[in-house]
């Protein structure tokens, strides 16, 4: 190695450290100066011209004479030549770090620039996006809430405020640690903010100044972004940031503050945030022997983002103290050690060279295993086609060793045999220029007689002058994804005959187009292989728009684009949401289909839309016969009640009848006694057809009960339902002694509903409560009935509360099933039908048992309806109690 080349070992080892700022210049320097050489050798014979001391005449000088000269000079020479040595390295190394630091310090102002800028920036973009949230109406976060999620996660965040056209504030939101001199309420005037801010979006700087109050108004930095809608201005949003934690932030992501004093300045030089850069009072002179006396280097750069408004100030401070009289100390030591120093040199470039060693020697072992750790094989080839290389995994692939597979020829070992006349081929062919850009695939056989799958790469092998000197040969072992390949097939043809096989017609098409992307058999066999079903269908499950966009501008617009009307919705939204559903009626299937609709995201990327329509029409038939089925049921239902109240019906006719029997008897004997007038014969005839109607408005309310027909629900008020009800249920509530109570709460909304089958719920429940009352045999003190109807949130609850024994907690849990009944002759049907008929109309039924204490005192039927949608009037009827 050559110590005093350009290329010497100490110039290099100076550079680095050097660099790196782990030793002084001045020990480079010295270990410039001081490295060890080899001798010079001098000619064995040496002719005169070549001696230097020899004079020019060839006249020799005397030895004492050179001696005495050399005493003299020597010194001299050595001292003037050290101190321009020493003086001149001395300057010329501070020039040289001052250039440096000079540099750094441009370096690292501009860093700070750039993270001071990319600290704005992010922040307007962020005020933006609250803006533009705002004016979204697909949005669901509002001022209030970006404000304070932006306030809560920005400490630099002074306040946000919103304000209109007339600068008046709409809302403002501000930090725990703002000053009450820039906290505003809601109302007031934003003052000292020009008409133009508003207008448009920009960063503006407000200078602190201290109030009367002795508050101390800090220096903020406002960014305006204007609101406005069709071009008409709104107002504003201004956001308020504290420049001093914008500076912490873009210091601390920096992390360049060692040595470093950085401050904010506005356009007159006075200090915004930060350190106070030094004064021109201050300043020392731009050279000086002691580098801890002479003044910082600043450089002020001005903030691109603010417009130039405020300025970024960065100095540099020099934490070295007496530098040149350590340096000259450490020079007057090391020129008094030298030899003790190259001794301990010499030491360490022995020590460095075995460690050089050892580093060289750990990256061939790590390269070594690099290489032996790929899975990819590699063999290199001469011109030839012999194998002169192979790695560690091509062993690993084939079971020869490497040593075994260089100088290997074709036709190769590793080849099977039943195939080794058409490899051969293929790789002469390889060998004179026909190459494979996919790879050639083959099977390889192992040396224990077992073989794979693999692809084999070859690229010609060329020498630092770029010619070619053999072949470069890559392997890989595509056994495991050759059987995932096959195992995937397999899966899609399993999932594929699956969807075959279905009884259900499944169709995929694309947004915007009529591609039929995917139809099963079932699809096919009702539909075709065209998307026309598919539209039809969507069509009539109430999705036309979405077939307005497959469609595009067919008719008439031609030319044009279709438009996607799904344009700017999120796709992740719509491949995520529930499959909706409709049922339809297909009139060229004959069919009723149940048709349910997702979107999903297909193979290519594009947004599609998938139909699954089963076909329901055994169904729809079982529920039109199963609806058959209840409308008998609610008739017999009547009938029955109807056959229960016969007797209290024959009962209620017999006295209107027999009251008209009377009186015509009695009319009839006085006119064949002619003891009667004419005038007198008025008020019998009017009460006979006073008991004559009364006898027909009972027939006629049990025909309009009984009577079904189709169902009908209208408008009709409580007070109607409740009035007819009663007038049924009291001819067996009398019957049985049993005393009923009736209030409405007034003004009660109507209801949208069949009359007839609330009628029969009311006189169904009635009646039940009668019978538990008279079953009870209980004093006539509690033979009572209350309906009561009041007002229950959006709608009106009935309730039916008796004074009966009540019901036990096991009968409570089945009483509405079908079929179950507490009596011995009755059917099950009653309670279940009710029930299904109040939640027909929306509404909901309960039952429960009246405590007194631990005392069962009676049992409460409550059901309850919604009120109709779009009332006319309230219900007009009196509050007071109706007396059964």
Known sequence: MDFCGRKGFWRGLGRPLRRAGTISPLFTTWAWAFAPCPPL???????????????????????????????????????????????????????????????????????????????LLSRQDQIQRLVLDMLSPNSNTGFDQGARTLIGRDRALYALTWFDASQRVVSSHHSAMVPSSLRRNL?????????????????????????????????????????????????????????????????????????????????????????????????????????????????????????????????????????????????????????????????????????????LRQEYNFRLAIENALTTGIRALDMQGTTT?????????????????????????????????????????????????????LR????????????????????????QVGWLTTINDITEPNRIRQQLATAHERFTLVLESLDASISITPLGSKELLFANRLYRQWFGTHSAGHLQMLAQAGEGSASQAQQGSAEGQSDAEPEDLLMGLPADMLTSASSERAEIYVESLGKWLEVRSRYLEWVDGRLAQMLIATDISKRKQAEEQASRQIQ???????????????????????????????????????????????????????????????????????????????????????????????????????????????QTEAHLPPLHADAILIEQVLI?????????????????????????????GTGLRFRIADQGPGLPEEVLQHLFDAFYSTKQDGMGIGLNLCRSIIESHQGKMQVRNLYNGALVTGCEFSFWLPAAQNPHAPEDAPADPILG
């Open 41 to 119: 050798r001098m000619p064995e014979t040496a002719s005169p011209l070549h001696n230097p001391i020899r004079a020019a005449n060839g006249k020799k000088t005397p030895t004492w004479l050179r001696l005495e000269r050399l005493s003299v000079l020597i010194p001299l020479l050595s001292v003037v030549l050290f101190i321009v040595v020493m003086v001149g390295a001395y300057g010329f190394l501070r020039s040289e770090e001052q250039a440096r630091e000079k540099q750094l310090l441009q370096q690292h102002a501009q860093f700070l620039l750039l993270r001071l800028n990319e600290q």
């Open 187 to 359: 109302g007031q005037v934003v003052h000292g903010i020009a008409p133009e801010d508003a207008l448009q979006s920009h960063w503006r700087s407000v200078a602190g100044q201290e109030q009367q109050s002795q508050e101390v108004h800090p220096a903020v930095l406002q960014f305006f972004i204007p609101i406005a809608i069709n071009g008409h201005p709104l107002g504003a949003v201004m956001a308020e940031y504290a420049p001093h934690l914008l500076l912490n932030a873009a210091l601390n992501e920096a992390r360049l503050t060692n040595g470093l004093a950085v401050s904010l300045l506005d356009a007159q030089g006075q200090l915004i945030a930060g350190a106070a850069p030094a004064q021109a009072a201050d300043a020392k002179a731009s050279f000086a022997w002691d580098p801890a006396q002479q003044a910082p280097t600043q450089l002020a750069v001005p903030v691109q983002a603010l417009g130039g408004q405020w300025r970024l100030n960065v100095a540099l401070y020099r934490s070295d103290r007496d530098m040149t009289t350590r340096a000259l100390s450490l020079l007057l030591l090391l020129l008094g050690l030298s030899t003790v120093g190259m001794l301990w040199m010499n030491w360490r470039l022995s020590r460095r060279r075995l460690q050089t060693q050892r580093h």
């Open 389 to 441: 290389y192979t790695n560690a995994a091509f062993s690993r692939m084939v079971g020869w060793s490497q040593d075994e597979m260089v100088g290997m020829k074709a036709p190769f070992p590793y080849w099977p045999r039943q195939d080794r006349e058409i490899l051969q081929q293929r790789f002469q062919a390889e060998l004179d220029g026909r190459h494979y850009p996919g790879g050639l695939q």
């Open 444 to 467: 390889m056989r192992r040396k224990n007689g077992t073989s794979f799958d693999a692809r084999v790469f070859l690229t010609p092998l060329r020498d630092e002058s770029g010619t």
């Open 632 to 742: 008998k049921m609610e008739s017999v239902n009547r009938l029955m009640t109807m056959g229960e109240m016969a007797s209290s019906v024959a009962h209620e006719l017999n006295q209107p009848l027999a009251a008209i029997s009377n009186y015509v008897g009695g009319m009839i004997a006085r006119i064949q006694s002619n003891a009667i007038e004419k005038e007198q014969l008025l008020l019998p005839l009017e009460k006979t057809a006073h008991q004559a109607v009364r006898a027909g408005q009972v027939i006629h309310r049990i025909r309009s009960f009984v009577q079904r027909s189709q169902s009908q629900r209208e408008p009709c008020q409580a007070q109607r339902l409740v009035g007819e009800a009663v007038e049924l249920a009291n001819i067996e509530i009398r019957r049985r002694n049993v005393r009923l109570s009736v």
């Open 764 to 792: 169904n429940l009635l009646k039940n409560a009668a019978e538990a009352i008279d079953g009870a045999d209980l004093p006539p003190q509690r033979r009572g009935i209350e309906l009561i109807v009041h007002r229950d």
